[in-house]
Nanobody, 115 residues
Framework: QVQLVESGGGLVQPGGSLRLSCTASGFAFSIYFMKWYRQAPGKERELVASIGSGGISKNYADSVKGRFTISRDNVINTLYLQMNSLRPEDTAVYYC????????WGPGTQVTVSS
């Protein structure tokens, strides 16, 4: 049974940083492409970043390039999103996701950027 659980969200001031984590279980984490998405109030869910199984291939949405870094630890089955220089428009619920037999999502973690 695939399980994804995000953590690390919270309230941060503009310009601040947060590191999100996603612990994975129930599938062979090390061989799957992993993604971070986010959904702001009243908006559609959008892809933020993705990472290949080996952690080398990475892609980012234009809106977060140079500020966010995706990484993974295949020993402890954990996905990360380091978020720096946060802006109010980064406020959203952040989800990790994997596609195995179908797409799976975690419950999400709220990130609020506000002064």
């Amino acid at each position: 049974q695939v399980q994804l659980v995000e953590s690390g969200g919270g309230l941060v001031q503009p310009g601040g940083s947060l590191r999100l984590s996603c612990t994975a279980s129930g599938f062979a984490f090390s061989i799957y492409f992993m993604k971070w998405y986010r959904q702001a109030p009243g908006k559609e869910r959008e892809l933020v970043a993705s990472i290949g199984s080996g952690g080398i291939s990475k892609n980012y949405a234009d809106s977060v390039k140079g500020r966010f870094t995706i990484s993974r630890d295949n020993v402890i089955n954990t996905l990360y999103l380091q978020m720096n220089s946060l802006r109010p428009e980064d406020t959203a619920v952040y989800y990790c996701s994997v596609y195995t037999s179908r797409q799976y999502w975690g419950p999400g973690t709220q990130v609020t950027v506000s002064s």
